[in-house]
């Protein structure tokens, strides 16, 4: 089966512009995630949706960071404005049943670096 | 709160030798345990997962990782180490929910 896509895999922008990451989780995966790891650090999780409704993200800083799964596949996360901080591997994970599977399946993430 | 801590920033081992990573976590109820491997500019692979049962848990390409509950360790271990083998190593833990805590890492290198 194909694994959890992300586009794109390098992004380089400047302090106050904006940038979206998209992901396409494992084909039937009803749940998605999105972390944050910075280097040196170990993932942090941002946001957990559940098909198209927000499970978890009490991480997510709110004032620039957004994200969506309209349809409950693919999903968006944006910042707005981004912060030098920001800069770090954005990485997305799926799973099916975790009480089933325990397993979170990850894509390849997209390395952002904000000058 | 969860936690998970990984002393070793760098693990150095000669090719051939055994090789033991090292992870400690704190968790309330029963803990669910994880080992994930990431190599340069990929992202995480699933190495094994302690859920249940026997303490000793096998996984991919000949790791292995033994659950201690009264030492809250679960420690990732491997007979003979490969230069292949060398990549940055993760261990996580969940509790009563799907939410991983993942540790700082631990750079495996291991030499020819």
């Known amino acids: 089966e194909a694994g959890v896509a992300q586009s794109p895999r390098y992004k380089i922008i400047e302090k106050r512009q904006s940038v979206a990451f998209w992901c396409n989780p494992i084909?039937?995966?009803?749940?998605l995630y999105w972390y944050q790891q910075i280097l040196g650090q170990g993932p942090k999780l941002l946001i957990q949706?559940?098909?198209?409704?927000?499970?978890?993200d009490s991480q997510l800083p709110k004032d620039r960071f957004s994200a969506e799964r309209l349809k409950g596949v693919d999903s968006t996360l944006k910042i707005q404005p981004a912060k030098l901080e920001d800069s770090a591997v954005y990485l997305c994970?799926?799973?099916?049943?975790?009480?089933?599977?325990?397993?979170?399946?990850f894509g390849p993430g997209t390395r952002l670096t904000v000058t | 709160a969860q936690s998970v801590a990984q002393p070793e920033d760098q693990v150095n081992v000669a090719e051939g030798n055994p090789l033991t990573v090292k992870c400690t976590y704190s968790?309330?109820?029963?803990?669910?345990l994880f080992w994930y491997v990431q190599y340069p500019n990929r992202g995480l692979q699933f190495l094994l997962k302690?859920?249940?049962?026997?303490?000793l848990v096998k996984g991919s390409y000949g790791f292995e990782a033994e659950f201690n509950k009264s030492q809250t360790s679960f420690h990732l271990k491997k007979p003979s180490a490969l230069v292949s083998d060398s990549a940055l190593y993760f261990c996580?833990?969940?509790?009563?929910?799907?939410?991983?805590?993942f540790g700082t890492g631990t750079r495996l290198q291991v030499f020819p």
């Open positions: 994970a799926s799973s099916s049943d975790w009480r089933r599977s325990y397993e979170q399946y």
């Open positions: 084909s039937g995966h009803a749940t």
């Open positions: 949706f559940q098909n198209n409704g927000v499970v978890d």
């Open positions: 968790v309330s109820g029963n803990p669910y």
């Open positions: 302690y859920i249940t049962g026997d303490n």
């Open positions: 996580a833990v969940a509790g009563n929910t799907d939410k991983l805590i």
